[in-house]
């Protein structure tokens, strides 16, 4: 049997993972590889508790691993944009196929990189970038490849779904629940990334990109995380009959690509609502297949091995191949991308909730309903909560029928500027997901 030489650069949580899983099941994995896969070396500035390398040659320098005559396949799982771009061109510059985790690296420097890649004839495997250790790049690019996709949309953070499954099931505090999801190894290392959204954007970006063959580009694209999102919003979504996730969602429109990262109200009889904890779910809607979803660990040690591991077989595999014979980074040749416009938040079309605190006196609510109406906007529901004890104030949640975005916030505007309204509105956006 021939042998491929493996170098990890790495030995965090997703590093010990990769080793381990392999260590373990090196004889199934060997077999769907068609040949052994052999880890020759790894590149640490430390040891890992977690993981007995044994005798593999363990090195602090991880650019000697990148420049190792032995080595065919440099496996990135460093992170971050600055160090990892470099070990990433070093590698391929020295002839080495890399596969990486890295999201934030291939969404933002993915078009060089597989540039780079493709004109030596070399592979850039990611699989492991997106939703953990659901196969959700091959999935897309490879599994609905007849399609033309309509839209995409899922749970792309698996922080950010734990946090908020502790907080509405177990009633948790937030920075009590990140510090968890810290050390179950879920949280970047700037744990902002997730709970921000950026970490979600990243993903999205990469998605879109194969959804829709066009270049991976952060341009434009809407982020909103959930740090702003407060505890009686989940309490009254879920009166209502959704559930609030934080979704990324790439959608194509007749006026571009929406490419939008935001907590989002989903029905709870929707399949979405139910993925709980550090899961992950991505939709598929597309012109043949109909939805897909896609679901399982969005994060953690060997989820994200599995999906790293999965991309170590391919390259392995098909080595010796010749370029037409390999999957294209994006699906279609970078040639074949084409810009598309990207659809301003303003612009876009959905249902909204909407939270605020009026005056509870006679024809308060008739004024609120008329600026709504005068928008233009159809109201779905209207719910009073019971007014406070010694308040004059109560709560008022509407629920609206698709609207524009600019719509909405031309009466959030006027009904903020009411007398009989105090604070600012709370607006978040609705999906339902089934067009
Ligand atoms: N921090 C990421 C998450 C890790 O929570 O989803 C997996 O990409």
């Known amino acids: 049997m021939r042998s491929v030489q493996v170098g990890i650069c790495g030995l965090g949580t997703v590093g010990s993972g990769v080793f381990n899983v392999i260590s373990r099941n090196s004889s199934n994995i060997n077999q769907r590889a068609n040949c052994a896969i052999n880890i ?7 040891d890992n508790p977690n993981c007995d390398t044994g005798s593999t040659n363990v090195v602090r320098d991880i650019f000697e691993v990148a420049q190792n005559p032995d080595i065919d396949i440099v496996v990135e799982l460093i992170g971050g ?12 510059k020295n002839n080495k196929h890399v596969v990486t985790a890295n999201k934030a690296l291939i969404a933002e420097h993915g078009m060089e990189i597989f540039s780079v890649a493709a004109s030596k004839g070399l592979v850039v495997a990611y ?53 968890e999801a810290q050390e179950k190894g879920y949280a970047e290392a700037d744990p902002t990334f997730d709970v921000e959204g950026i970490d979600a954007a990243h ?38 009959g ?55 660990p969005g994060a953690g040690a060997e989820p994200t091995a599995s999906s790293v591991i999965a991309d170590i077989v391919d390259v392995a595999r098909t080595i010796d191949a010749p370029a037409e014979a390999k999957v294209n980074a994006l699906g279609c040749p970078i040639s074949a991308l084409e810009q598309r416009n990207i659809v ?24 609120i309903t008329s600026i709504m109406g005068d928008t233009g906007i159809s109201i779905e529901a209207i719910v009073q909560k019971e007014q406070p004890a010694g308040e004059d104030y109560v709560n008022v949640i509407i629920v609206t029928n698709v609207t524009q975005e600019k719509l909405l916030s031309t009466a959030v505007e006027r009904i903020e500027n009411l007398e009989t309204v105090r604070d600012s509105i709370k607006f978040i956006r609705v999906e339902h997901l089934d067009q």
């Open 344 to 367: 301003a938040i303003e612009e876009i079309e959905t249902s909204f909730y909407m939270r605020f605190s009026a005056l509870d006196k006679p024809g308060v609510l008739s004024e």
């Open 127 to 179: 699989e492991a970038a997106v939703a953990g250790g659901i196969p959700i790049i091959k999935g897309l690019r490879e599994g609905l490849s007849a399609n033309q996709v309509n839209w995409v949309a899922g749970i792309i953070n698996g922080t950010t779904n734990f946090i908020l499954t502790e907080m509405d099931t177990k009633g948790r505090d937030f920075n009590d629940v990140l510090v």
């Open 242 to 296: 959704y559930a609030i996730k934080h979704l990324g969602i790439a959608r194509q429109t007749k006026q571009g690509v929406e490419l939008r990262v935001h907590p989002t109200l989903v029905p709870q009889a929707s399949m979405i609502a139910g993925v709980n904890d550090v899961a992950n779910a991505v939709m598929v809607n597309a012109d043949a297949v109909g939805t897909t979803l896609f679901c399982g």
């Open 81 to 92: 944009t600055t160090v990892a771009y470099d070990l990433v061109m070093t590698a391929l």
């Open 203 to 240: 993903k999205l970006v990469i998605l879109a990109s194969i959804a829709f063959e066009m270049p991976l580009t952060l341009e434009g694209l809407y982020t909103d995380g959930i740090t702003q999102l407060e505890p009686q919003d989940v309490a009254y979504a879920k009166e209502l």
């Open 40 to 46: 020759a070396q790894i590149g640490a500035r430390r």
